[in-house]
């Protein structure tokens, strides 16, 4: 059989909605400044779907080091990998800066989070080594693992009795191999806001020997008294082994970093595929960091402001009655009760008439019947439009829950209707 022709029937759990769903659903534009208030199709919208957690997007200060360091360095400096010729010291001064923040030895910097992940995890594990990590695990920790040539299990999301039985099992096959053991979780589960468990696991390194692995992508400027993240929260920043941050979220840049101690980082800068064998991070995304690292610091704030409005909007909705899941961070998801066909006609009628922009996860994402609206708050937002969302959100469920969004197949483009 011919590759292309297969791809073409092949078209995945996401490709099925393709021809439906582009432009409006999947690969949305949203125009205009990076804010509350964004331009989707031509309509201004209440955006709910950016993470922009810290309001940093559009923040002057950020706009300017951005654009000066664009002007001074251009996007190319410094050529190459890091190793071989892309190294400076803004690049070294960012690396020591991440680690301080994060209360870390030391820290090295990834040219994408996601690949940065994977490429951690597969350099820090050989055959002889088990992974155990949590099933709900971002794409990018499944990625890593599925290159390790060892075992793997997986424990049940955040239970610690299914944790220890794999680490049980796990302890068995490296007694026997000579190899270690690699726990992985994440500081906030980023579909359903669920802080990974991370106490509990710290607690089981007294029964068990293993390293853990924190991916911290939501908790990183967020969480913690000092924002250094869901370790921080929960007190115990220390026993995670090794952290990693992206700075997609918090940050509003792109790139991410892995703090860990002295050796482990090191090592990792002699061996990570992914930053050895690919380009460093250009100058501006590197000063960008800096900057918005600086402001983090400087204006705790922020935070305060981002969980004024993210108590704000979860007590409200929570008083509605409305199943908030799991929640134990920014992330906002509104879980309600439907078909594939009429969580569109939901997300149509928000976008539509309550002009209101946020993100709709489906089957098979989510269980079938399950309709998810994910909701982020930001420093940036205010009360009077967390209050315009709860009071449009209620009269939505009231619509769903007469019937109103029913129909037999996924709700088209908009001048399709
Ligand atoms: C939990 C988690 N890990 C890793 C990543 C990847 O980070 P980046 O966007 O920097 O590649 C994301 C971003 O979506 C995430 O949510």
Redesign the pocket.
């Known amino acids: 059989m011919d590759l292309f022709e297969k791809l073409s029937k092949k078209v995945g759990p996401l490709g099925q909605y393709a021809d439906d769903a582009y432009g409006y659903y999947m690969f949305p534009k949203l125009e205009g400044e990076i804010g509350p208030m964004m331009n989707f199709r031509g309509m201004e919208m209440l955006n709910w779907s950016l ?1 922009n957690y810290l309001g940093l997007a559009n923040h002057p200060e950020v706009r300017q080091a951005d654009q000066e360091a664009t002007a001074n360095f251009g996007l190319a400096y410094p050529m190459g990998a890091r190793m071989m010729s892309g190294n400076s010291t803004y690049h070294e001064q960012l690396d020591r800066e991440l680690a301080a923040f994060e209360m870390k030895e030391d820290a090295v910097l ?1 040219n ?6 994977v490429s951690t995890i597969d350099a820090l594990v050989d055959r002889h080594d088990v992974i155990v990590y949590d099933a709900e695990s ?1 794409a ?2 499944v990625d890593g693992v599925r290159l390790h040539m060892g075992k793997r299990f997986v424990y049940e999301h955040n239970d610690m009795a299914s944790l220890e039985k794999q680490l049980q099992r796990a302890t068995r096959i490296t007694e026997e191999t000579g190899g270690a053991i690699l726990v992985i979780t ?1 500081g ?3 579909m359903t806001g669920a802080q990974g468990n991370l106490k509990g696991i710290v607690e089981l390194k007294s029964k068990y020997k293993f390293r853990l692995f924190v ?1 911290d ?2 908790g990183f400027g967020t969480l913690g008294k000092t924002g250094a993240g869901a370790g921080e929260e929960q007190g115990v920043q220390d026993q995670i082994d090794i952290y ?1 941050g ?4 918090s940050m509003a840049l ?3 970093f892995i703090a860990s101690n002295k050796e482990v980082v090191k090592f990792l800068r002699y061996n990570l595929r992914s930053q050895i064998y690919a380009k460093s991070v250009p100058m501006p995304i590197v000063i960008g960091a800096l900057k918005r690292l600086d402001l983090i610091r400087k204006h705790p704030e922020y935070k305060e402001r981002l969980w004024t409005i993210v108590n704000a909007l979860q007590k409200g909705l929570r008083e509605q009655g409305f199943d908030l899941g799991r929640t134990s961070s920014c992330v906002t998801p509104v879980i309600m009760h439907g078909t594939v066909a009429e969580s569109t006609a939901v997300v149509h009628d928000l976008r539509e008439n309550y002009k209101i922009f946020c993100s709709v996860v489906v089957y098979p994402v989510i269980p079938k019947g399950m309709i998810l609206l994910r909701l982020i708050p930001t420093a940036v937002h205010n009360l009077d439009q967390v209050e315009r969302t709860i009071k449009a959100f209620t009269e939505i469920r009231e619509k769903l829950n007469a019937g109103a969004y029913k129909m037999d197949k996924v709700i088209g483009m908009a001048e399709k209707i």
């Not at 992206?246 to 979220?249: D, E, G, M, Q, R």
């Open positions: 993470n990834l994408y989070g996601y690949q940065g992940m971002h990018c920790i994440e906030v589960f980023g991916d992508a939501h990693f992206t700075f997609a979220k792109i790139g991410g």
